[in-house]
C-alpha cells in the first residue's frame, strides 16, 4: 500500500511547518500546495481518480487542477455533469469498490445538493456495512467571500457536518497543512470533507516538495500565549493572527493562538490544555455564530474545564446565516481583526 | 433453458419465498425488531438475474433488499441474526432488514432512501470500468426511485460514460400507495432512457423464464461492453409495502388485481415448466429441493434466535 508506505516514511523522517530544509525554502501558494498534492497522491496510487465540474476546464477551481488530465487522462481526471447528487453516490460506490476518488464541489453550498448522499449514506455506510477498506474519498469543498457572492455563494457548513461522526470535517489555514492535510485525506480511509477557502488560494509559504502527511485529527497552537486562548479556523485564523500582534504590541495582552484545522473531531484535548493555562476562551468562527462549531467547543470546554475558566467562554463570527451581497452590508456582516480585538478586551477586563 | 439451470432457478425463488414466509410466521413475535419490506410475488427478477452473476458481479438494492441478496448468495444465518438484531449479522446489527451486506458475495449494500442507492451502483460500475473488468453491476429498484432526480442524473451519467450497469425496475405500480398513474406524466419511461444511451427490454416480472432469458442475453452484451441497460419487470407484491399483512382492505388496490396477480405466482410459473420438461423427475426433486430449503432455514433461524444480541 502507497500510504501505508508514506506514513511509515514520514515517521522516519518528520517534516514539519518550520523544517526549511526540506524544501529548500521553497515558497509556493495554497492553490499551487493543493494542485501539487492532488498529483502526488495520483502518482503515488493508480486507484485516486478525481472528478468534478469544471475539473479540466482553464481557470476553474482556480487552477488547482490544471495539468492533470493531460497528464493522468480523462479516465482519471472525470470532467462529470452538474449532478452533485449523483456524482457523490458515484465516489461513494467506487469507494465501496476500493477507489480513492476526489470529488470537486466549487462551492460548499452546491454540497447541499448531494446531502442526501453525504448524510444519508457517506456518514453511516462504514457503520451499517462492513467496510475492511474503509470508505476513502474526498469531498473538495470551497468556502467564498466578498463581490456580493451572497447568500448561495458564500456559506460554510463546517459545523452541519460536524454533526456527523462518520465523516471527517477539516479546514486547512495554510499551504503546508493543505498540502499535507490533502494528502491525509486521500490516504485516509475516512470519507473526507475537505474545506478550502477561495481567499487563501493566493496565500505564499514554504512547502516541502515531497509528499508527507499532516494529521486529520489535530489542531496546532501557532502562538505561545499565556492571557487568553484564541482559536481559529480556516480564513478566521488570518484575523486572529493578526488580533494577536497587535494584543501583544498595543495592549500588552498574551494571546494564545489555536488552528482548529480539523472540525470533526474536534481536537478538545489541545483546546483544554491552552485553556487551563489561559483561563479565558474566544472562538473565532468562520460562519455563523449561533450553532456553530464554537458552541461545541464552548460546551465542551465548560464540560471538561469549568474551574479552570476565569471569565465566560465567548464566541465571534457571522452575524447570521444569510450572507448579504451589498458591499456595506458585507462590511457589516463578517467580523475582523477590530472585532476580535474588542472582545478579547472585555474577556481580559471581566469582572474587574 | 438447461435443465440443471432451470433447477437453479427453482431453488432459488423458492429459497426466497420460504424466508419471506417464515418471517410472515416470526414476526408476530415482535422479535423481528425492523420494518419488513417483502418480496413475496417478486421472486423471478431477483431469481432470474442472479443466475448469471457471478460474485464478482455487484448488486446494489433498496428498502426491499432480502430477495436481491438472498438470490445473490447472502448467507441465511446472517440474514436472521440481522433481522433479529444479533451478534454475527451481515451488518453486524447496525444495519437491521434494510441494510444488508455482504461484499464476497457482490452484495455491495442496500440504501432505505428511495433512489439513494442508484448512484452508488454507479460508481461500483465504474471501478469495474476503471479496471477493465467484464464484471457489471445490477441495481434494483421500484417504480417509485424513477421520480427522483438523482435516478435521472446517474442514467445520464452511465448512458455517457457507457458504464457496465443493469437499471432494474421492479414495477409493482405503487410507491407504498400511490399509484403511478398520480406519480408520472408518461406511460413508458423505455423510450425515455434509451434516449440516454441505454439498452431496454420490457418484461413480466412474474414469467421466470422469459426474466432468465431476457436478462441472460442484456447482462451478456453488457460484459461485452455494448453498453448500459434498463429492464423494465412487470410484477406485484402480495403483501402490504411494509411489514408481514396483506393490505387489500385498505382498498388502494383492487382486490381483482390482487388475486389475479396471486394466480400468476412466479413459483407455479415454474414448477409447472419443470413437470413439462421433466416429467418423470420433477415431482420429486421438487419435493426434496423444499426439504433442503425448509431444513437451512430451520436451522438459520434457530442459530439466530439463540445467539447473543449485537452490542457496541
Not at chain 1, 474526498?138 to 452541519?160: D, E, K, P, T, Y
Not at chain 2, 444479533?86 to 458475495?105: A, I, V
Amino acid at each position: 500500500m502507497p500510504w501505508t508506505k508514506l506514513a511509515a516514511d514520514q515517521s522516519a523522517c518528520r517534516l514539519d511547518e518550520t523544517c526549511q530544509d526540506a524544501g529548500a525554502g521553497r515558497m509556493i501558494s495554497y492553490g499551487e500546495a493543493i494542485r501539487e498534492a492532488i498529483q502526488q497522491s495520483m502518482e503515488l496510487d493508480p486507484q485516486v481518480l478525481v472528478l468534478g465540474e469544471g475539473i479540466d476546464a482553464a481557470g476553474f477551481l482556480y487552477d488547482t487542477t490544471a495539468g492533470l488530465s493531460e497528464r493522468y487522462g480523462t479516465r482519471r481526471v472525470i470532467e462529470t455533469p452538474i449532478a452533485e447528487a449523483a456524482m457523490t453516490g458515484v465516489v461513494t460506490g467506487a469507494a465501496v469498490a476500493g477507489l480513492r476518488p476526489v470529488l470537486m464541489h466549487m462551492r460548499n453550498d452546491f454540497l447541499l445538493v448531494s446531502a442526501d448522499q453525504i448524510v444519508n449514506h457517506i456518514a453511516h455506510w462504514q457503520k451499517i456495512f462492513p467496510c475492511p477498506n474503509g470508505l476513502p474519498l474526498v469531498l473538495r469543498a470551497i468556502v467564498a467571500r466578498g463581490w456580493g457572492s451572497g447568500a448561495q455563494h458564500s456559506q460554510s457548513f463546517h459545523a452541519m457536518f460536524a454533526g456527523l461522526d462518520g465523516l471527517r470535517v477539516v479546514m486547512p489555514f495554510t499551504p503546508y497543512d493543505v498540502k499535507g492535510m490533502f494528502l491525509s485525506a486521500v490516504a485516509s480511509p475516512d470519507p473526507v470533507l475537505f474545506l478550502e477557502h477561495r481567499w487563501l488560494y493566493g496565500d505564499k509559504a514554504v512547502v516541502p516538495s515531497e509528499p508527507y502527511l499532516v494529521p486529520l485529527d489535530s489542531a496546532t497552537v501557532r502562538a505561545i500565549g499565556s492571557d487568553i486562548t484564541i482559536v481559529g479556523m480556516s480564513l478566521s485564523n488570518r484575523d486572529v493572527q493578526k488580533a494577536v500582534e497587535t494584543l501583544r504590541q498595543e495592549h500588552a495582552i498574551s494571546a494564545e493562538w489555536i488552528d482548529l484545522r480539523s472540525i470533526q473531531p474536534l481536537d478538545m484535548k489541545s483546546i483544554i490544555e491552552s485553556v487551563q493555562k489561559t483561563g479565558r476562551l474566544l472562538i473565532a468562527e468562520n460562519g455563523p455564530v449561533t450553532m456553530g462549531i464554537g458552541a461545541e467547543i464552548s460546551a465542551a470546554v465548560t464540560e471538561q474545564c469549568w474551574t479552570c475558566l476565569k471569565s465566560p467562554v465567548k464566541r465571534i463570527g457571522w452575524k447570521g446565516s444569510t450572507v448579504p451581497a451589498g458591499t456595506k452590508l458585507e462590511e457589516q456582516f463578517y467580523p475582523g481583526v477590530r472585532e476580535i480585538i474588542d472582545e478579547v478586551k472585555r474577556i481580559a477586563t471581566y469582572g474587574k | 433453458m438447461q435443465l440443471e439451470q432451470a433447477y437453479r432457478l427453482y431453488e432459488s425463488m423458492l429459497t426466497i419465498r420460504l424466508v419471506e414466509e417464515t418471517l410472515v410466521q416470526e414476526y408476530p413475535a415482535q422479535q423481528i425488531r425492523t420494518p419488513v419490506h417483502l418480496y413475496v410475488g417478486q421472486e423471478a427478477i431477483a431469481a432470474g438475474i442472479s443466475l448469471h452473476l457471478s460474485d464478482s458481479d455487484y448488486v446494489v438494492s433498496n428498502h426491499r433488499s432480502h430477495g436481491h441478496s438472498i438470490a445473490k448468495g447472502l448467507d441465511l444465518g446472517s440474514f436472521f441474526k440481522e433481522l433479529y438484531g444479533k451478534s454475527g449479522g451481515c451488518s453486524s446489527g447496525w444495519g437491521g432488514s434494510m441494510h444488508l451486506c455482504d461484499m464476497d458475495k457482490g452484495i455491495a449494500g442496500t440504501s432505505a432512501i428511495v433512489a439513494g442507492g442508484i448512484p452508488i451502483g454507479a460508481g461500483l460500475a465504474l471501478k469495474q470500468q476503471y479496471n477493465a473488468e467484464a464484471n457489471i453491476t445490477v441495481i434494483y429498484f421500484g417504480d417509485g426511485a424513477v421520480d427522483e432526480g438523482v435516478f435521472w442524473e446517474t442514467v445520464n451519467f452511465t448512458g455517457l460514460k457507457k458504464l457496465p450497469i443493469l437499471f432494474v425496475q421492479e414495477d409493482n405500480g405503487y410507491a407504498s400507495q400511490t399509484p403511478s398513474s398520480q406519480r408520472h406524466a408518461y406511460k413508458n419511461i423505455l423510450p425515455i432512457v434509451e434516449r440516454f444511451g441505454l439498452m431496454t427490454a420490457e418484461l413480466d416480472g412474474n414469467d421466470p423464464l422469459a426474466v432468465a432469458a431476457t436478462m441472460g442475453e442484456l447482462i451478456q452484451k453488457i460484459r461485452m461492453g455494448q453498453g448500459p441497460g434498463f429492464v423494465r419487470c412487470h410484477t406485484f407484491r402480495w403483501y402490504g409495502h411494509v411489514g408481514v399483512e396483506d393490505d387489500t382492505h385498505t382498498g388502494y388496490r383492487n382486490a381483482a388485481d390482487v388475486l389475479s396477480w396471486r394466480n400468476r405466482c412466479p413459483i407455479k410459473a415454474m414448477e409447472k415448466h419443470l413437470l413439462v420438461v421433466d416429467p418423470v423427475a420433477a415431482s420429486k426433486k421438487m419435493k426434496a429441493t423444499e426439504e433442503i430449503i425448509a431444513e437451512k432455514i430451520r436451522c438459520a433461524l434457530q442459530s439466530a434466535k439463540e445467539a447473543e444480541y449485537a452490542l457496541d
